[in-house]
């Protein structure tokens, strides 16, 4: 299948010279139509810089970013209002990415409006991805502090659903919620999917959160792609060592259990940062 994104030998670089930092050391990853594709990596591994280039976000000093077979490395401010139709984004903080001076009917009408679509259909898309994400009409005349956490980040994927793109960037979208309500939101993010077809490139620190939600997962380690694989292999039986530490990071409800994996991951980190003769 012909991937929807193709991400070859990236490289991010912030600032010049000495002073130089790389972010991204060549990184390629790929994302097909309708797929969940993960990447996972600690703060600090480049991943939400990543999907940072990807949005045109973040400076990219070498490699291609590709988006249904075109180039969009180096597009322009007009090319990329062209591409919101397309690509879109869920950020981790649901308050802080909603104007709070908006009611949620305007947040959600805005991008339709402005890319020409009518009023009465603008506010029909509304409500149609308002009972997507179960919000009830009402929600329309209601501001951002009017809500929980969790329904603010549902009013968040409603805007990023509401112009019908083909990939959403998804940069730590629950890690922010407590864990009941990562849980439904997660059950939303997979029942949207198959219901509209929509790509994810689904970033986060948990690697219980991509088991649950991507076909295959990426793992990022200090700005490389370390181990590429089925979400089933990486999430529970990895290959790479560092991508072993994340699994063992995530706890487990028994507590036996839990003592040996905290005992593994001890092992292997005082292994990698043993010195090397």
Known sequence: MTALLEVQDLVVEYGRGRKAFRALHGVSIDVAPGECMGLVGESG???????????????????????????????????RRALADDVQVVFQDPYGSLNPAMTIGDILSEPLLTSGLGGAEAQARVREMLDRVRLPE??????????????RQRVAIARALVRRPRLIVCDEPVSALDLTTQ?????????????????????????????????????MYQGEIVETGAGEQITRAPRHPYAERLRLASPVADPVTQRTRRAEWLALREAADAPVR
């Open 45 to 79: 591994s480049g991943k939400s810089t990543l999907g940072k280039a990807i949005l045109g976000l973040a400076p990219v000093t070498g490699g291609r970013i590709r988006f249904d077979g075109k180039d969009i490395t180096a597009v322009g401010r007009a090319g």
């Open 138 to 151: 009402t929600a329309m005349d209601r501001y951002p502090s009017e809500f929980s956490g969790g329904q």
């Open 183 to 219: 849980a439904t939101i997660l059950d939303l993010f997979i029942e949207l999917q198959r219901d509209t077809g929509v790509s994810y490139l689904f970033v986060s620190h948990d690697l219980g959160v991509v088991r649950r939600v991507c076909h295959r997962v990426a793992v």
